[in-house]
């Protein structure tokens, strides 16, 4: 699969590690991944509360899902990031959305601010959903 980074010469570059648009060249096939939490292998969430470790962990369980799927970090194209909005400035200030586009080689990213997400009552902060071109 090739990449190409488009980012007009007319248009502001993101001002993070994200990419404005991607154009892939590939006769693969797509892998759209729901949204991705920071649960361990039996659904139990992990890092209550703490935005760094829930994005680690929640890059280790999309890493996971591309690389069953027959990917690699890199195939992961579109990222929708899905931050509680009292959790937002956290997010910056750890770095954790810096560490998380990295991981995944810049995707397209949408980053959205939300009142709540599934389990925020037990400290869930953050959701990431996925689409990525395999070859």
């Not at 759209?32 to 649960?39: I, L, R």
């Amino acid at each position: 699969m090739k990449k190409t980074v488009i980012q007009p010469p007319d248009v502001a570059a993101p001002v993070a590690p994200y990419s404005t648009a991607i154009r892939v060249h590939a006769a693969g096939s797509l892998l759209f991944v729901a949204g991705v939490v920071s649960s361990d292998v039996f659904g139990t969430l992990v890092n209550s509360g703490d935005i760094l470790g829930q994005t680690r962990q929640i890059i280790k369980n999309l890493t996971s899902i591309v690389q069953e799927a027959g990917g690699t970090p890199a195939s992961v194209v579109k990222t929708t990031t899905y931050v509680a909005s009292d959790a937002m400035k956290a997010f910056f200030a750890t770095n954790a959305f810096r560490e998380f586009l990295g991981a995944f080689s810049s995707p397209a990213d949408t980053l959205v601010g939300v009142a709540s997400l599934v389990g925020s009552e037990q400290g869930q902060l953050i959701e990431i959903d996925a689409i990525a071109v395999l070859e």
